[in-house]
T-cell receptor, first 111, second 114 residues
Framework: NAGVMQNPRHLVRRRGQEARLRCSPMKGHSHVYWYRQLPEEGLKFMVYLQKENIIDESGMPKERFSAEFPKEGPSILRIQQVVRGDSAAYFC?????????FGEGSRLTVL | QQQVKQSPQSLIVQKGGISIINCAYENTAFDYFPWYQQFPGKGPALLIAIRPDVSEKKEGRFTISFNKSAKQFSLHIMDSQPGDSATYFCAASISNFGNEKLTFGTGTRLTIIP
């Protein structure tokens, strides 16, 4: 039973470019969460999605960040016009209801 | 207040000793308190969790102690082993119709020395 799959594992972007991070939840899980981890810090909640619905986006920055979880395919976290402060590890987690299962993360570096 | 405060930031324990990590919270609506273990380059993995209806939960060498009146909870690792060297995060959430939005502490880097 495959775990939560995230790709790419590492992504390098120059300032002003777009970053797209993908997350495939565990089989049978219909809830996806995105968290951001800055160096030497804990994880910060960004957004909670179910299929085709954003349930809670209270942790998402107001600009440049968006997330989706379409009926078919992975959940995508999109960061437009990246800045150096966006450099972080982005973790996706899925849940059937209850315990969160985390992926191994996508590490974004903005040059 | 949604903060969860975690201490210490780093901890060195001798093999066979007891590792203790503490967390405190402000929001009395929190009703789920998990601990996560994270190895370098990996995602966090659930270690053990507790709800406020009990004061202690033990799973193998790992124990959570929970003090509702003090709004504190702690992780104890008995007989600590080098393989326990990792970063540990406490977290808290409010059960809300399946929304498992966790508020994390800032982490404790645990090193077990021979």
């Amino acid at each position: 039973n495959a775990g939560v799959m995230q790709n790419p594992r590492h992504l390098v972007r120059r300032r002003g470019q777009e970053a797209r991070l993908r997350c495939s939840p565990m089989k049978g899980h219909s809830h996806v969460y995105w968290y951001r981890q800055l160096p030497e810090e804990g994880l910060k909640f960004m957004v909670y999605l179910q299929k085709e619905n954003i349930i809670d986006e209270s942790g998402m920055p107001k600009e440049r960040f968006s997330a989706e979880f379409p009926k078919e395919g992975p959940s995508i976290l999109r960061i437009q016009q990246v800045v150096r402060g966006d450099s972080a590890a982005y973790f996706c987690a899925s849940s059937p209801l209850g315990e969160l299962f985390f992926g191994e993360g996508s590490r974004l570096t903005v040059l | 207040q949604q903060q969860v405060k975690q201490s210490p930031q780093s901890l060195i324990v001798q093999k066979g000793g007891i590792s203790i990590i503490n967390c405190a919270y402000e929001n009395t609506a929190f009703d789920y308190f998990p601990w996560y273990q994270q190895f370098p380059g990996k995602g966090p993995a659930l270690l053990i969790a507790i709800r406020p209806d009990v004061s202690e939960k033990k799973e193998g060498r790992f124990t959570i102690s929970f003090n509702k009146s003090a709004k504190q909870f702690s992780l104890h690792i008995m007989d600590s082993q080098p393989g326990d060297s990792a970063t540990y995060f406490c977290a808290a959430s409010i059960s809300n119709f399946g929304n498992e939005k966790l508020t994390f502490g800032t982490g404790t880097r645990l090193t077990i020395i021979p």
